[in-house]
């Protein structure tokens, strides 16, 4: 059963840092790109972060603009978890974060975790 379990959401202050988790089980973990999307209250679903599968190379990675050298986001193979460091955390970062696994048209979502930040 494929699971995607994410944790570490909560509320944070303006300026604060944030770690989110993704626990992923029920699938090879190492061929399918990890992302993480979010979706702000009232606003569709967007790309936050991706990296890439690690079977053919390293790792590469790619961000949207807007959290462009705030967050970073990584994976450890071993233990099948991927992570966002979310720094310098701003109001317009608040949002529901979801994991997100993929291969090719196959695509796996976790249940998302609130991300809350008050000024």
């Known amino acids: 059963q494929v699971q995607l379990v994410e944790s570490g959401g909560g509320l944070e202050h303006t300026g604060g840092s944030r770690i989110l988790s993704c626990a992923a089980s029920?699938?090879?973990?190492?061929?399918?790109?990890m992302s993480w999307y979010r979706r702000p209250p009232g606003k569709e679903r967007e790309l936050v972060a991706t990296?890439?599968?690690?079977?053919?190379?390293?790792?590469?990675?790619v961000y949207a603009d807007s959290v462009k050298g705030r967050f970073t986001v990584s994976r450890d193979d071993a233990k099948r978890m991927v992570y966002l460091q979310m720094n310098n955390l701003q109001v317009d970062d608040t949002a529901v974060y979801y994991c997100?696994?993929?291969?090719?048209?196959?695509?796996?979502w976790g249940q998302g975790t609130q991300v809350t930040v008050s000024s």
């Open positions: 990296i890439s599968r690690t079977d053919k190379g390293p790792a590469t990675t």
């Open positions: 029920g699938f090879a973990f190492n061929v399918y790109d």
């Open positions: 997100h696994a993929r291969l090719f048209s196959l695509q796996h």
